[in-house]
T-cell receptor, first 115, second 114 residues
Framework: DADVTQTPRNRITKTGKRIMLECSQT?????MYWYRQDPGLGLRLIYY???????NKGEISDGYSVSRQAQAKFSLSLESAIPNQTALYFC??????????????FGEGSRLTVL | AQKVTQAQTEISVVEKEDVTLDCVYE???????LFWYKQPPSGELVFLIR??????QNEISGRYSWNFQKSTSSFNFTITASQVVDSAVYFC???????????FGKGTRLSVIA
């Protein structure tokens, strides 16, 4: 099983619908992130959380919200999806200490299409 | 603010050629990490390397090598004797010493033609 699991992996929805992307991890990391990938734009940070009680906006947080339900779970919500939110979404985790400090461990991605 | 620039959007080479992917970064931090990730056509993101700003030694791992130069704020990635399996999008990224999320460049798409 993957250390960082995203569900759903693929989703097609309509404009105005509420969508939730879920992320769970078994790595025991304290930090979790949501990034969005668009062709030619690289990976852009939506939200991040350094522990259960910590939520921070990233570069492109408008139109999104998150919830850190537990150390291992971090979900991303689109309250009212719009077509320009069509993208590939990645959840990632990192450890605040240890030899891998700073390195991101990614889920397999969730492809969202908003019609 | 931190910024990563990968000026090469797409590169195409013939198999067995050497290829260098450029990465230029901007940061006000004196200590920071630099990273390279690979995204093959299957879509997952694969970690390749992390370099601490204190360590300017070049690194070699098989056909891969990295050249870190603080003087030019660059962290370039060279693939020697490229292979078709090297075809992917490669991302360079930057963070301060583990305390801020990674900032990514826009990526370079490498196509290796047989």
């Amino acid at each position: 099983d993957a250390d960082v699991t995203q569900t759903p992996r693929n989703r097609i929805t309509k404009t105005g619908k509420r969508i939730m992307l879920e992320c769970s991890q078994t790595k025991g990391h304290d930090r979790m992130y949501w990034y969005r990938q668009d062709p030619g734009l690289g990976l852009r940070l939506i939200y991040y959380s350094f522990d259960v009680k910590d939520i921070n906006k990233g570069e492109i947080s408008d139109g999104y919200s998150v919830s850190r339900q537990a150390q291992a779970k971090f979900s991303l919500s689109l309250e009212s999806a719009i077509p320009n939110q069509t993208a590939l979404y990645f959840c990632a985790t990192s450890d605040s200490s240890g030899e891998n400090t700073g390195e991101l461990f990614f889920g397999e991605g969730s492809r969202l299409t908003v019609l | 603010a931190q910024k990563v620039t990968q000026a090469q959007t797409e590169i195409s080479v013939v198999e067995k050629e050497d290829v260098t992917l450029d990465c230029v970064y901007e940061t006000r931090d004196t200590t920071y990490y630099l990273f390279w990730y690979k995204q093959p056509p299957s879509g997952e993101l694969v970690f390749l390397i992390r370099r601490n700003s204190f360590d300017e030694q070049n690194e070699i791992s098989g056909r891969y090598s990295w050249n870190f130069q603080k003087s030019t704020s660059s962290f370039n990635f060279t693939i020697t004797a490229s292979q078709v399996v090297d075809s992917a999008v490669y991302f360079c990224a930057l963070s301060d010493v583990g305390n801020t999320p990674l900032v990514f460049g826009k990526g370079t798409r490498l196509s290796v033609i047989a």
